[in-house]
């Protein structure tokens, strides 16, 4: 690694100790079963990210009118494909997302949500012990972006204790 590269990818907020925000970060914490605000960091930096993007876009317009719309579509075609926007959505509704939209995308959550898991911390040990895969895959990061064309193929592995129904630790509904 070469000196004075950047390997920090999020920003801290700019004052530690606001009640409210503190507040906030440890409700979003508990929801989506993050190890620590680093993770949450992350995300609102990721969501900065596609706002600055949306905002060099519709700033752009004025340009060369044929590149834009490209570029446009080819941002808003990448947003859709990983379940962030929906089909009909424009560069306006990007920046109205919230970090939930894209905390809702995260593999930990996709697992709870399917019923994978009992509890979002649970899904997080199944995924990190390496319970899950997508499409055949085995993912161990929590924190991996699901697309929509990959939601409907994340399951517990064909090695796992997991895929017996009886197994205790499996989700009561299924």
Do not use: C
């Amino acid at each position: 690694m070469a000196l004075g590269s950047n390997t920090k990818f999020y920003e801290t907020p700019n004052h530690p100790y606001q009640g409210e925000r503190i507040a906030e970060e440890s409700g979003l914490i508990g929801k989506y079963g993050l190890k620590n605000k680093e993770e949450l960091w992350r995300t609102q930096s990721e969501l900065r990210g596609y706002r600055r993007e949306a905002r060099k876009l519709l700033g752009r317009g004025a340009g060369n009118t044929d590149v834009t719309d490209r570029e446009a579509a080819e941002f808003l075609a990448r947003l859709q494909r990983i379940g962030v926007l929906g089909e009909a959505d424009s560069l306006d509704t990007v920046l109205a997302l919230d970090v939930t939209d894209i905390l809702e995308r995260r593999l930990q959550t996709v697992v709870y949500r399917q019923g994978l898991g009992n509890t979002v911390q649970q899904a997080r040990q199944f995924i990190s012990h390496g319970h899950i895969t997508i499409d055949g895959q085995q993912v161990r990061e929590p924190g991996y972006t699901v697309s929509v064309a990959e939601e409907d193929a994340v399951s517990f592995t064909s090695q796992s204790p997991l895929t017996d129904e009886l197994h205790p630790e499996r989700a009561e509904d299924q």
